[in-house]
């Protein structure tokens, strides 16, 4: 499967938390990230990831165009809820196309936590089917 990992500035830490915690379930899997975020998941985790540019200078397009083309079976998007309304859109837009393109995605650890164990156990093995 091929998982999208962002994380707003403020949950980049437990974005690094979460995936030392799950390392061996991310490791069978293609990692794609935003810039920065995959530069600190890869210094803690020593996992590969396929890292875009820093999301505000094109990494969440860049993402969103894959899952546009069928390309991200999975999105953990770590969000602030308290960011500035201004910074938005590049969320919404990531959220919207998810749902367009039906995309499970994960915007707390909570629900990052539900999909990660789903994946582990083969629930989310439908997503071949649209492949």
Same mark, same amino acid.
């Given at each position: 499967?091929?998982?999208? %990992?962002?994380?707003?500035?403020?949950?980049?830490?437990?974005?690094?938390?979460?995936?030392?915690?799950?390392?061996?379930?991310?490791?069978?899997?293609? %990692?794609?990230?935003?810039?920065?975020?995959? *530069?600190?998941?890869?210094?803690?985790?020593?996992?590969?990831?396929?890292?875009?540019?820093?999301?505000?200078?094109?990494?969440?397009?860049?993402?969103?165009?894959?899952?546009?083309?069928?390309?991200?079976?999975?999105?953990?998007?770590?969000?602030?809820?308290?960011?500035?309304?201004?910074?938005?859109?590049?969320?919404?837009?990531?959220?919207?196309?998810?749902?367009?393109?039906?995309?499970?995605?994960?915007?707390?650890?909570?629900?990052?936590?539900?999909?990660?164990?789903?994946?582990?156990?083969?629930?989310?093995?439908? *997503?071949?089917?649209?492949?």
């Amino acid at each position: 499967m091929n998982i999208a %990992l962002i994380a707003h500035e403020s949950k980049k830490k437990l974005m690094q938390n979460f995936c030392i915690a799950y390392r061996s379930i991310l490791a069978k899997n293609e %990692l794609y990230a935003t810039g920065s975020t995959g *530069r600190l998941i890869e210094e803690v985790t020593n996992l590969n990831i396929h890292k875009h540019l820093t999301g505000h200078l094109g990494g969440m397009q860049q993402v969103a165009a894959q899952i546009e083309h069928n390309e991200i079976d999975l999105v953990i998007f770590l969000l602030d809820p308290n960011i500035p309304r201004a910074h938005e859109q590049s969320s919404d837009q990531i959220r919207r196309i998810c749902d367009t393109h039906n995309i499970p995605i994960a915007t707390n650890l909570a629900s990052a936590e539900l999909l990660i164990k789903s994946l582990d156990r083969g629930d989310l093995e439908w *997503r071949e089917m649209y492949k």
